[in-house]
């Protein structure tokens, strides 16, 4: 039972990039979840699922897209990097009405 | 979800009991309350939820008031490890989502 596994643990991308970051869970939990943590700040939202094929927008979605087609796999795709999105990416999975599991984090730097 | 308040930050000595308290005077009847904590830069941690009704479990208890607008976590001895950031968290629904605030910074000391 591995958790929440994400990939890669680090990476850095050029301005004008994309990149797939890879979010897997074997708990078979509905809920998965994508946030960021800039330096010395708190946790923002990006995206959220409740279910294979379903996702919702968080609080910071722009650059960002997401989608659910198994319920293991969450992937969180940046469409053309930018400096601003140089954050620490956390995924996170659950049950309803329970708590979060949270992965180790993807620290990005975008140059 | 909604509204939390929680102390910037907070010491305790090692070995004592520390005591988190949150307000959340505009919970809704069937929303829980949830704790996360934060260490260093690690991803965050459950720690434990609740109704209306106390919990424990191996890592701290949840004592909610009976009106339900305020609750205290309770770690019962504290370590150098617990040293971290603590979120309280009201979520609405069945908490498909987060919304996290700026916690508490515990520092335990020696």
């Known amino acids: 039972n591995a958790g929440v596994t994400q990939t890669p643990k680090f990476q850095v991308l050029k301005t004008g990039q994309s990149m797939t970051l890879q979010c897997a869970q074997d708990?078979?939990?509905?809920?998965m979840s994508w946030y960021r943590q800039d330096p010395g700040m708190g946790l923002r939202l990006i995206h959220y699922?409740?279910?294979?094929?379903?996702?919702d927008q968080g609080e910071v979605p722009n650059g960002y897209n997401v989608s659910r087609s198994t319920t293991e796999d969450f992937p969180l795709r940046l469409l053309s990097a930018a400096p601003s999105q140089t954050s620490v990416y956390f995924c996170?999975?659950?049950?309803?009405?329970?708590?979060?599991?949270f992965g180790s984090g993807t620290r990005l730097t975008v140059v | 979800d909604a509204k939390t308040t929680q102390p910037t930050s907070m010491d305790c000595a090692e070995g004592r009991a520390a005591n988190l308290p949150c307000n959340h005077s505009?919970?809704?009847?069937?929303?829980?309350v949830y704790w996360y904590r934060q260490i260093h830069s690690q991803g965050p941690q459950y720690i434990i939820h609740?109704?209306?009704n106390n919990e424990t479990n191996e890592m701290a208890s949840l004592i909610i008031t009976e009106d339900r607008k305020s609750s205290t976590l309770i770690l019962p001895h504290a370590t150098l490890r617990d040293t971290a950031v603590y979120y309280c968290?009201?979520?609405?629904?069945?908490?498909?989502?987060?919304?996290f605030g700026t916690g508490t910074r515990l520092q335990v000391t020696l």
């Open positions: 996170a999975s659950s049950r309803p009405a329970a708590g979060y599991t």
């Open positions: 708990m078979n939990h509905e809920y």
């Open positions: 699922s409740v279910g294979a094929g379903i996702t």
């Open positions: 505009t919970i809704s009847g069937n929303e829980y």
């Open positions: 609740g109704l209306k």
């Open positions: 968290i009201v979520p609405s629904g069945t908490a498909s989502k987060l919304t």
